[in-house]
């Protein structure tokens, strides 16, 4: 069963200051991996997918990397701006679409 | 191009009373899936629907839970009777097909409040 860990729960930082997401994974045998966003009382917004095959993938300020071998992902923030404040989600699919408890991200004026 | 639709956007009921939430995926999108996000988790797969067939439906508390997609199109999951543990956003998602290589968009979702 697929199990999928994201550290830290959550992240205070100031803002400009450059961050990385953690996510971790149990199974590689994966079809792709998906990072979002979700504000509170909204639904998700889906920020960068990187299939198995790929190892990075770039949206703005907003890098992801992919270690299938080795299990692990990461969410590269540049340049943090309070708007950037809200839960980040991964999720990894196979058979179906398992997702990581979330890092919780506030990003001070 | 359209998102995925949900209705409604809030419930508030008291338990042991029924409710319904409704889902209207992306158009030509085959697959429909529903979630339920605890507060403070990640969304957790309740169903999965290919056309109007069932997927995988293996975390649906049956005893309870009920969703069909009986045209292929539209979706409704119901519960009845609620309980205090069912207080989560529902999460409605689709796909044009279902085997994982493709992107699931997701709807705004349904906040419950069981009282």
């Known amino acids: 069963k697929q199990e999928v860990t994201q550290i830290p729960a959550a992240l205070s930082v100031p803002e400009g200051e450059n961050l990385v997401l953690n996510c971790s994974f149990t199974?590689?045998?994966?079809?792709?991996l998906q990072w979002f966003r979700q504000d509170p009382g909204k639904g998700l917004t889906s920020l960068l997918l990187?299939?198995?095959?790929?190892r990075e993938q770039t949206s703005g300020r907003l890098n992801a990397s992919l270690d299938k071998s080795s299990g692990r992902s990461t969410l590269y923030i540049a340049a943090s701006q309070p708007g950037d404040s809200a839960t980040y989600l991964c999720a990894v699919a196979g058979n179906m679409l398992t997702f990581g408890g979330g890092t919780r991200l506030m990003v001070k004026p | 191009e359209a998102g995925v639709a949900q209705s409604p956007r809030y419930k508030i009921i008291e338990k042991r009373q029924s409710v319904a939430f409704w889902c209207n995926p992306i158009s030509g999108h085959a697959t429909l899936y529903w979630y339920q996000q605890i507060l403070g988790q990640g969304p957790k797969l309740l169903i999965q629907f290919q056309n109007n067939g069932v997927v995988d439906d293996s975390q649906l508390p049956k005893d309870r839970f009920s969703a069909e997609r009986l045209k292929g199109v539209d979706s409704t999951l119901k519960i009845q009777p609620a309980k205090l543990e069912d207080s989560a956003v529902y999460l409605c998602?689709?796909?044009?097909?279902?085997?994982?290589?493709?992107?699931?968009?997701f709807g705004p979702g349904t906040r419950l409040t069981v009282l």
């Open positions: 998602a689709s796909s044009w097909q279902g085997d994982g290589h493709y992107e699931q968009f």
């Open positions: 199974d590689s045998a994966i079809y792709n």
């Open positions: 990187i299939q198995s095959s790929q």
